[in-house]
């Protein structure tokens, strides 16, 4: 499997490429900026967190990463919705699977962290 880091890097920026392919108009606009933030902020937080005190701010760090990843995907869902272009469809179907995909590892990781945290106490 490849390394989070990496695989949460490669999801902001295959999201950048994304954005720029997108037609820039008023309707869409709002959404490509908004996954642009939150994309770009699971590759940022999660690299924060390899980086965390302790396991409460790892927790934290990704809790964020989880609610951005989240993010990330309803506007990917939105654009999937009101795209009317078969091959930007396409496309988003891919990245969303991956935003999930990204999803369940880090909802994984932080159960994993929590429950070592509490068999260490």
């Known amino acids: 499997m490849t390394d989070m880091k990496a695989r949460t890097k490669k999801f902001t920026i295959d999201c950048a490429l994304f954005c720029a392919k997108i037609p820039n108009s008023r309707e869409?606009?709002?959404?490509?900026n908004q996954l642009i933030r939150c994309s770009s902020s699971v590759g940022a937080n999660y690299?924060?967190?390899?980086?965390?005190?302790?396991?409460?701010d790892f927790i934290n760090k990704l809790k964020i990463v989880e609610e951005e990843a989240d993010?990330?995907?309803?506007?990917?869902?939105?654009?999937?919705?009101?795209?009317?272009?078969?091959?930007?469809?396409?496309?988003?179907?891919?990245?969303l699977k991956e935003g999930n995909e990204i999803l369940a590892i880090i909802v994984a990781s932080i159960k994993t962290a929590r429950n070592n945290q509490i068999n260490k106490t």
């Open 28 to 32: 869409f606009n709002a959404y490509v």
């Open 47 to 56: 690299r924060a967190s390899q980086r965390a005190k302790s396991t409460a």
């Open 71 to 95: 993010e990330s995907n309803f506007f990917l869902e939105i654009l999937l919705e009101i795209n009317k272009r078969q091959d930007l469809k396409i496309e988003i179907e891919k990245l």
